[in-house]
């Protein structure tokens, strides 16, 4: 997955805040893009297949 406002491919699960809850319950979880650290949204199984990605390759 890329960032919305970048393109960047440098995307990280954000931590979760209070006020991510709405959004929690609509299955999606806050990501952090690294290269212009813009704060957004993604549905949850692509957040879950990102942390896989990452377990693989530490
Ligand atoms: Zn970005």
Known sequence: ????????VKIRPS???????P???LLRMPVR???CLSRTY?????ALRMRQARRAHS
């Open 1 to 8: 997955m890329q960032c919305l406002e970048c393109g960047s």
């Open 42 to 46: 993604t549905p949850l199984v692509l």
């Open 33 to 35: 893009c690294h290269t």
């Open 23 to 25: 959004r929690l319950m």
């Open 15 to 21: 931590r979760l805040r209070l006020s991510d809850m």
